[in-house]
């Protein structure tokens, strides 16, 4: 019995020696991001089964360094939106039945019905970025003259019923505008099927959920995952909801705002559409975003709660094309295909993810990574486009890449 006793009491000590080297790592790699000026501040948290290996805030909202990081503020979660927003929302739609992965997009998204390329391309194809749709358009053009002022036309800086959507503070866009969204995405250039990373369906996705469930993209959400989840904090809008002050700043926008972007999403085709779109728009902390990942890895279950079906998350977070060298799956991101064999440089995100692992990165300098094969959750969340969206540090340093890198190097 006492021999057993040292036995546990022994590896207990290695895990915990371990799991304090793995985190003074991490620490030095994010602290040598601020001080290399990638970001001013972030959220770590790394989960390995049960072990929580690292939770912990780090810097300041902003380079003036007078309001620290805390656990509870929020970050611009960017592209995430795409996994936690659309794609989830979509999983839920392909298993009530209601969505089929194989249907061209057209059948959901009439307007594409009469485009000679995109009415034919299917569901699976938009999701997993092989429907060579252009990657983007800058619709905030529309809406500004040469000298960068807004349209009279297009903006408002009263709410009315012409002008019903707000994009940032005394600023309403044209109710006509989200046609014409659409319709641009329409004409848009078109590339044959081929790998071409794009977020413009993206735009259309909420559109869709609401055709297919009869309630608009934020409350089919909030009331199938976030509400259940107790993902209190992952919120679309937070300037609405929540005290502005718990809320980190993205960028001192020159181009749209004119000042400092906070609360409000920092995507300008995001911000133009309410701030309610499939591209981007939530807002979170490690500790909202955390539960829709543990139901990610838990096979769609979650506290007893069934959510999804294990064989749709197999489905989705599975390579789609990787014929066409395209290692997407739909909607998430997966390993660079034969990772195991690249460089650290030249891997993605890790030379030692394992294939099943999936996960999105965002532009404001947010990540999320599941790795199924060591039950592994990590959560990045920075600003990195503070002040101005022109910082390569997180990217010239690999900083999210090094910390994944030494929690699955962790036993």
Do not use: C
């Amino acid at each position: 019995m006492r021999s057993l006793f040292i036995l546990i009491f022994g590896l207990s000590i290695q895990f915990t020696k371990a799991q304090r080297v793995t985190q003074q790592r991490i620490d030095s790699i994010v602290e040598n991001g601020i001080r290399n000026g990638a970001f001013p501040g972030a959220q770590v948290f790394l989960k390995k089964g049960n072990q929580i290996l690292v939770d912990k805030a780090y810097g300041f909202h902003t380079y003036d360094s007078i309001t620290p990081v805390s656990s509870s503020d929020l970050y611009d979660l960017a592209s995430i939106t795409k996994v936690v927003g659309s794609t989830l929302a979509l999983m839920k739609l392909y298993d009530d039945g209601r969505l089929n992965l194989d249907t061209p997009f057209s059948s959901y998204f009439p307007d594409w019905k009469r485009h000679p390329k995109k009415s034919k391309l299917t569901v699976r194809e938009l999701l997993a970025h092989q429907g060579g749709v252009v990657p983007y358009i800058v619709y905030l053009n529309k809406i500004t003259k040469k000298n960068q002022q807004l349209k009279s036309r297009w903006v408002s800086n009263k709410r009315s019923e012409k002008y019903p959507t707000k994009a940032y503070e005394q600023v309403f866009i044209h109710q006509k505008f989200k046609s014409y969204v659409y319709r641009k995405a329409k004409k848009s250039k078109h590339s044959d099927k081929i790998y071409r990373y794009s977020g413009l369906t993206f735009l259309m996705i909420p559109e869709v959920v609401e055709r297919l469930s009869g309630k608009d993209f934020e409350t089919y959400l909030n009331q199938n995952f976030f509400e259940q989840l107790g993902a209190s904090k992952l919120l679309f809008n937070p300037a609405d909801k929540v005290s502005i002050e718990r809320v980190v700043p993205t960028e001192q926008d020159s181009l749209f705002r004119k000042t400092l972007t906070r609360g409000w999403v920092h995507d300008e085709n995001a911000a133009l559409l309410g701030g309610v779109s499939g591209n981007a728009g939530l807002f979170a902390n490690t500790q909202s975003l955390l539960p829709v990942l543990e139901m990610l890895l838990n096979g769609g279950e979650y506290q007893g709660q069934k959510f999804l079906e294990a064989s749709t998350l197999e489905t989705f977070t599975q390579i789609q094309f990787k014929e066409n060298n395209n290692r997407r799956g739909l909607g998430f991101d997966k390993p660079m295909i034969g990772n195991d064999s690249l460089s650290f440089e030249d891997s993605y995100p890790s030379p030692l993810a394992d294939p099943s692992g999936y996960g999105h990165s965002g532009f404001t300098g947010t990540f999320f990574w599941v790795d199924p094969a060591t039950e592994l959750i990590y959560i990045f969340l920075s600003n990195r486009v503070y002040p101005s969206r022109e910082r390569q540090a997180i990217y010239d340093l690999g900083i999210r890449k090094a910390i994944l890198y030494e929690a699955l190097k962790t036993d």
